[in-house]
């Protein structure tokens, strides 16, 4: 097989994939993952269903697909975050009110990563790989900011013993409290009326105080 003929069959190869994903997150969005069907994926994608099996052997495959989808989105935010600041106390923050962003913007995608250590390990091993590493880089951004919040003294030294340590701490706070207001508004039927914004600005003050110089 020619070059040019092997690079254009793997780009509309590629294409399918990804049409296959944005028609299984516009259904997922609409009917909900469990009442959804293979079915109806095929049809949103404008595809035979013999043709969507080529490319996902069930519809928890097309659910991971779309979990390697929402780390990649979140590990760019991360990314653009730092580059707004010069500081590593004011990447850590923008990277904060960027991971609040990513719930308030995408939450079918926040939804997806709180669940995708599970859903990965029956992931095949070179989408697993692919998820591992966009987790590592994820880390790794905050815990560069970390490090240069202590090389440039707007982080506290005697309350940051371990950088990788603190980054665990600041991203499982921030979405613990993230997902009470989730659950506290789901409980009271009343989304306005829970002051969540509020409490998850607090809680992002809280953070940063708590390890600032």
């Known amino acids: 097989m020619s070059e040019p003929l092997k690079t254009r069959r793997e780009k ?4 399918r994939y990804d049409a296959i994903l ?5 259904v997922f969005s609409e009917k909900g993952y469990e009442r959804t069907s293979m079915d109806d994926i095929a049809r949103t994608a404008a595809l035979s269903r013999a043709l969507l099996y080529v490319y996902f052997k069930d519809k928890a495959a097309i659910q991971r697909g779309i979990m390697l989808r929402a780390g990649h989105s979140l590990c760019q935010r991360f990314e653009d975050a730092r580059q707004t600041a010069d500081t590593g106390l004011a990447q850590i923050t923008a990277m904060g009110n960027a991971y609040y962003q990513f719930y308030r ?6 939804s997806a990563l709180t669940t995708a250590s599970t859903a990965m390990a029956e992931a095949d091993d070179e989408l697993a790989g692919e998820m591992f590493c966009c987790k590592a880089q994820t880390m790794d951004l905050m815990v560069g900011a970390i490090n240069l919040g202590l090389e440039d003294g707007t982080m506290n030294r005697d309350r940051i013993h371990d950088p990788v340590e603190t980054a665990l701490y600041l991203r499982g706070a921030l979405h613990g409290v993230i997902m ?10 009343l989304e306005g009326g829970f002051p969540a914004e509020s409490l998850i600005r607090h809680t992002m003050e809280m953070l940063t105080s708590s390890i600032a110089s």
């Open 12 to 15: 509309e190869k590629q294409a």
């Open 22 to 26: 944005d028609a299984a997150e516009l």
């Open 105 to 110: 913007e995408q939450p079918d995608y926040f």
């Open 180 to 189: 009470l207001c989730q659950s506290e508004m789901a409980e009271s039927g």
